[in-house]
């Protein structure tokens, strides 16, 4: 099987199909061939058609390939009238405005219904799926244009920076932060301008409030700054050299045109090495071939056959007539995307642009990410910090009105300073909640992720999506494509065996045990030489044989890619031509060409596996070289070349020995995953020989009667080898606890094979390799149990590689997935992190993904994981760093505010201003751009579900809070008296406080050292000489708090220390070292212990309803029948609630049952509304008339515990 499913066909039975083929094999289904899609109804929906197809008939032909289709639009035949063109003479040139109309009827097979099932009613495009607009267009092809558009995609416009900064802006931290600066503006504009100030006080409450506002200006810019830099050189890289042109007929004449100029209709020429820019059905051709990797996920070549010829097999179907056997192989269908790789044609346009199979699939990217799984935790911690704020914030609030309302009675203010006091006791509660706000949260993610992204550039990785480097980070499995990402994409000879008397490459043991090989295998005594040694010995005839062998007996030919010469053609002939060149001194093989006088070229056939070349030798004799399967061609050998060293050609017999040893040669090499190619020659001395006489075209098969008696030349061996770095890395990988998986369009011998060479596939670890069309017929569960377990996955399609992706997905994996196709677009787009090709990607693919790899490098992956993980780290050790602070800042204003006598904080607003700025930008700074360290992938990835604080990280904010609360809370209540400061004394108070704000400080910038590491080892100085910003940033905040303490005194309101209390502020900051070391001594396990007995009060009273454990139903009510709670049970487990059960309270308060009996458990109203509506519906039964059943009976509705 094909990676794609082949030409789609049906095997019901047809008005049209009535034959031997009606019940089994192939058979027509017009009934259903042009039913509409659901997605694309609104291709049908045209107004003043002037054709006899709309774009929508036209797209059931590719989608998926359709013979069924084709035949009911009347096959080559029916398009060319229905589209009122020619296959010779291809569009006019004088067409504008078309008169007439061609009725669908006329040009279809008769009884073909026009909607498929849907009969003769046109779609509907649904509310949500309506038509585009079409163009209006005046002048040639006006028609023409206006139905079937043009050849152009509508750009996908380009996000402005305004709109690049909402969306930046909208984020949970920043609405919060924006919330805490209004409110914090308002109440310190309100005590600069509205409340008197002590003579020589600073007017600077509102500076706050700013500070937050500029913290988010700086956050939404930087954010704002690198979307628009990563959109504009994604753009860069998507700008196109040039506008190229195409070979078209048209009026009978071949002219070249721009693409986009192209319509349906038209006719265009096939040519080697063109990629195809539209959809359209082959006219006719010689040896056409296509490479639709890029568009299908197809490996192989396919070989286009002509559209008559297809219809004409299916006509004979429909008559009732035998089906040819390889009918479903039948393709006359060219794809957009796609290349051709051999022979010339041309073929007729039936989709352009929006409606071309490229076009399609490049409109359904436009589609919007899923929040990254640390997003998504940084918005929980968000609520989180907003709930502690707002709960810190509001019981000191009450406490403090509590002190203030008891102290009334004795206080003899006026009623303006009384007022005054409260809104101070307000202004403090409401400086807990901007303490507790994280500002530079956000700050810290995105200068971690744009210090990565620019990092990363250098790498190779171009990050398109801002946020994907650190989703990268946690990835746990990475779905690798083989060809180009994890080997070269470069077919090589990298083994040959020339007779029985030289060789080079070969070596390496087996990756995959033939099952089937012989049990005493033979030993290989051929010499094993190095390449170069291997050419240097060869006489110029052996290498003029191994030259004409190859360079005439070839169809590849040479030509320009990305302006370098190169081979184009198949990939087996671009290797053995690539070692003719770069070793055997080969001319360019168009001279090589020349010089042979070629008599006669037999085509490859791939039912003999080889091609042949007759060529006239100088003494006028023949020589026919052979060329494929190696085990065909040994076959018919019986003789090798002999010395490859002497002047002359020599030959020797062939024994049963020398048989065996190529035949185990040839077993070795497909071991080592190389493909192997034979090549023997045979002379002749007249051509046509008598076997042949007479006949002027020779094919293979005819060949075949003198394919035998050959002379053995060469064995080729010849692979992708793997990229150098491959293996190194995905041991990186496995170092990292990320799991590799392959999934190729190779079979699963190679697939598994190749696997085993770079270490993703270990069967000895219960490894699983499977091919596509087994794992798609798996069920949900079945994948699940499979998945964990798969690491190779062969012959795959692009649905079996989205089926994959998903899957992960639903198992709580974070996936990347590399793709270079536009096949690939579906999964890079379902992906965690999409990776597409920099070099061999498509377009499409580029625009699903979100890192493109410049160097198509899977080493370019490790380096991602890498720095994603640095930018996990570095929010991690800021968020330990910031916690650590705002515990300790809202317990200290709490504890120092409800103990003061003026409800005042011990740090006022301007000191709590700076300190916010150093916990914040500062330490945003410093903690945000440490590199990722080789260190960083000893570990394994972060699930999505793991808490963004670790026990880790938990043990490390609570040990150092209660440090610096406890020097903090000591020298603020005990400083007086034990360091001898006179408190009455208005200067010595300042002075103690002024001796806490510098303590608190320095406890912050050693706690910031602290933090580098977010592990248990103890140096905190590792790599700190890598990271000037760290050493910049810490020597500004020493810098910044000395000349706040020495000429900050009348904005902070503190007085200039002495050396003594200098030296006793920076002692007792640099406390947090050792008590780091010890903190970190403390095994995480002993704190997840202790941390599961400490049981910790429920106090938020909002809590979402969980669905009951089937523990908690069984101890439903006992009051209830056997039967009743049977029902209650299966009810709970269905997470269902019926009328009764609404009512009733799920567990009775064991207290007021105990008291009131059995009343309690029956009678328990929820509240007033529902007791309402009880005697409503109670009395609406009595006016009717009803019974006392009728009254217990009666319907209630439920309510919710709180309304």
Known sequence: MSDLPQPESSTETTPNGSGPNAKTGFQLNLEDALTPDPTNDDMYDVKDNKFAFSPGHL???????????????????????????????????????????????????????????????????????????????????????????????????????????????????????????????????????????????????????????VAIIIVVAVGTVNDWQMQRQFNTLNKKAGDRTVKVIRSGKSAEISIFNIMVGDVLHLDPGDVIPVDGVFIKGHGVKCDESSATGESDLLKKVAADEVFAALDEVAKGGKAAADIEKLDPFIISGSKVNEGTGTFLVTAVGVNSSYGRIMMSMHTDQDDTPLQRKLNVLADGIAKFGGGAALLLFIVLLIKFLAQLPSNHDTPDQKGQTFLRLFITSVTVVVVAVPEGLPLAVTLALAFATTRMMKDNNLVRVLKAC?????????????????????????????????????????????????????????????????????????????VQSNAVNSTAFEGDADGEKTFIGSKTEVALLTLCRDHLGAGPIQEERANANVVQVIPFDSAVKYMATVVKLPNGGFRAYVKGASEILLANCTQLIGDPT???????????????????????????????????????????????????????????????????????????????????????????????????????????????????????????????????????????????????????????????????????ETVAVTGDGTNDAPALKMADIGFAMGIAGTEVAKEAASIILMDDNFASIVKGISWGRAVNDAVKKFLQFQLTVNITAVALTFVSAVASDKEESVLNAVQLLWINLIMDTFAALALATDPPSPSVLDRKPDKKTASLISTRMSKMIIGQAICQLVITLVLNFAGASLLGYDVTNANQEERLRTLVFNTFVWLQIFNELNNRRLDNRYNIFEGITRNWFFIIINIIMVGGQVLIIFVGGAAFKITPLNGKEWGLSVGLGAISLPWGVFIRTIPDSWVEALAAKIPLPNIWPFKKKTKPSAADIEKAPSSQSEEEAAKHKQRQLAGESSDSDAFEPHQPLRTLTSIRGKRATTHIRRGFREYMHDQKAKAKVKVKGGSKEDLNTTPRRGFPYFF
Request: proline content about 6%.
């Open 59 to 213: 797209s059931k032909l590719l989608n998926p390939k359709s013979l069924d289709a084709f035949y009911a639009l009347g096959g080559l035949a029916g398009l060319e009238k229905g589209l009122r063109t020619d296959r010779n003479t291809g569009l006019s040139t004088d067409e504008s405005a078309l008169d007439g109309v061609v009725a669908f009827e006329d040009v279809v097979p008769k009884g073909t219904p026009k909607y498929g099932t849907d009969g003769d009613t046109a779609p509907v495009p649904m509310a949500d799926n309506p038509a585009p607009p079409r163009p209006a267009h005046r002048g040639q092809f006006a028609d023409r244009e206006r139905i079937f558009r043009d050849n152009r995609l509508p750009e996908k416009k380009a996000k402005s920076l305004l709109e690049l900064a909402w969306i930046t802006y909208n984020d949970k931290v920043l609405i919060l932060l924006t919330v805490a600066a209004v409110v914090s503006l308002a109440l310190g504009l309100y005590q600069t301008f509205g409340v008197s100030h002590e003579d020589g006080g600073a007017k600077i409450e509102w500076v706050e409030g700013v500070a937050i506002m």
């Open 470 to 546: 650190e989703t990268m980070g946690n990835a746990t499995t990475v779905c690798s494509d083989k060809t180009g990402t994890l080997t070269q994409n470069k077919m090589t000879v990298v083994a040959t065996t020339l007779g029985k008397s030289l060789s080079f490459g070969g070596t390496d043991a087996p990756l995959e045990e033939d099952s089937g090989k012989a049990d005493n295998p033979v030993d290989i005594n051929i010499p094993n030489v190095p390449v170069g040694e291997f050419v240097k010995d060869l006489s110029s005839t052996t290498k003029q044989l191994l």
């Open 646 to 812: 002497a002047d002359d050609l020599t030959t020797t017999a062939m024994t049963e020995e020398d048989r065996a040893v190529f035949s185990q040669t040839i077993t070795s090499y497909a071991g080592q995953t190389l493909r192997t190619i034979g090549s023997s020659y045979r002379d002749f001395e007249l051509w046509p020989p008598a076997e042949l006489a007479g006949q002027q075209e020779i094919a293979a098969a005819d060949f075949d009667k003198v394919h035998k008696d050959m002379t053995l030349v060469a064995i080729f061996g010849i692979k992708d080898p793997l990229r150098p770095t491959v293996i190194d890395a995905i041991k990186d990988c496995r170092r990292a606890g990320v799991t590799v998986r392959m999934v190729t369009g190779d079979n699963i011998l190679t697939g598994r094979a190749i696997a085993k060479e770079c270490g993703i596939y270990k069967p000895e670890e219960g490894g699983i390799a499977m091919e596509g069309p087994v794992f798609r017929r798996k069920s949900e569960e079945e994948l699940k149990a499979l998945v964990p377990k798969l690491q190779v996955l062969a012959r795959s399609s692009p649905e079996d590689k989205r089926i994959l992706v998903r899957t992960l997905k639903e198992l709580g």
